[in-house]
């Protein structure tokens, strides 16, 4: 028996617990990040100390942003390690919200250890305690119950050990997982108890591969063999699979083209010759023309959203069918797909072995080619500036990062409109460059995930690709990133407002209002010059070395000089063209935002005559 307080035997216990897949074993929480208050300065914050050397700890900013940092480490540790997040209780408590929600949607690991109101109730209430009446049970930490996982009050010592290894299951659980909390009361948390050596052995948790059932695979297989359009969709299932070779063998074998949503962008080369890049409303022209006229359509890894769907518009064959690989059997299941309920790379290499030597035509195979040629001349337009001495526009400052990057470089961003851009006109070299977090779209992730990407694949370079208006957003982890001497490469690109959502305002009769940064008339219009904002300044403010670019000239070597520092490093630029939203080629689908159906303003009605033409070609695959 061993005598620590819950927090201690919290901390004790996780050092030990590993993942393990394909005979590679990872350790599970790799770290804590916490910010301290009186409700776990004394519990967690007391047990890092003592155990220092068994759990490294990362000081963060703000408690939604060292969630991001989690994530992002989760991502790019393929969901195998993740990190742990302790704050206070009170603020400290629901700033963990919206990262929770986040990793819940996106389907990533974090642990969350918030502290809790006095379980014992000595005084009731306490400093930031929540009072409800009709409930004395109830705490702000309740706020996290519908965008956890799993969640759990620890309220006695004993009950540690139950939750404990609930909490684990569900974080290396490839179907499960998401964020995981554990809120522990601030009395329990320095509690001693006497443990059973037994809950601090080392523990492996297996990540199970499972294979296809026999009836579904043989269904899936007659359903594509008998395909004369297929179309695969591959979504970010096949990276946390680790089947990326797998998926490239099975499409080079098979000539079956890839179109990828945000999140599995990468499963194949830019250059791979069945790659066809981005579907949905943030697509290429070639791989929404194949969604149009696919006939089978085969989902692997993906959750089937919105964007990737073009709400129910995308997919218009008469009688087109969906084939859906998925470990989930919830996803499996959507578009009233034939499911097909496995391991993703298992999966492939089933439909592999049993497809062989099948192969599209030889007309509809030059057919795609061709498309992706055509496209690939409209990237290259888009993305190259034609006067080095010019203002760049967005997708030109994208264009010119090309040029510097090789496969190790890795991209972040989540909100705006770069994930639009990037869908559409990046070029990914390798299956983790591209990390566009588009399940929760959340302003300010940018910055913190580079952090935790960066202490995931040291040495690599991380760039935050971020506008101003996510900027502002979150830029506090600059501070992390300094102290922890990460050489993270934050691209800041200023167009004076919330282009993306402003382009959106006026689409849908909105006018733009409410998106500028602008100074406000007495008609309460905002109008005249951008506001004096200089976010360069800010960034050197929180001690990042920052490199401002007026040319496209400029920019190049900015970006160089950034690319080979070893300290975190700012690229300022402003973008050509304030009031669009980045020059790239327009959306290839449609996405559903409703628009008023009555109104006295002639941009209203004309956009809801426009909504209601598009809405007739919403279909449910029945």
Known sequence: MSTLTVAQALLRFLAAQYTERDGVRSRLIAATWGIFGHGNVAGIGQALVEYADEMPYHQGRNEQA???AAVGYARQSNRLSAHAVTTSIGPGATNLVTGAALATINRLPVLLLPGDAFATRPADPVLQQL??????????????RPVSAYFDRVTRPEALVPAALAAVRVLTDPVQTGAVTLALPQDVQAEAYDWPEEFFAERVWRVRRPVPDDAELEAAVAAIGSAVRPLIVAGGGVKYSGAEEALATFASLTGIPVASTQAGKGALRHDHPQDVGAVGHTGTAVAD????????VIGVGTRWTDFTTASGTLFAHPDVRFVNLNIAAFDSHKLAALPLVADAREGIESLHALLDPHHVTEHYAREYAADKHRWEARV????????????PTQPQVLGVLDTLVTGDDILINAAGSLPGDLHKLWRARSADQYHVEYGYSCMGYEIPAAIGVALAAPGRPVWALVGDGTYLMNPTEIVTAVQEGLPIKVVILQNHGYASIGGLSEAVGGERYGTAYRFRAPDGTFTGDPLPVDLAANAASLGMRVLTARTARDLREALADARASTVPTCVYVETETADTVSGAPPAQAWWDVPVAETSTRASAVKAREEYDRHVTARRRHL
Not at 289 to 296: G, P, Q
Not at 380 to 391: L, Q
């Open 380 to 391: 290259t337009a888009a993305c190259t500036p034609a006067d080095e001495a010019s203002r």
């Open 131 to 144: 009072e409800v009446p009709y409930a004395g049970d109830v705490s702000v930490n309740d706020c996290l």
């Open 66 to 68: 060292m969630v991001h």
């Open 289 to 296: 023309h194949l969604a149009r006229t696919a006939d089978v």
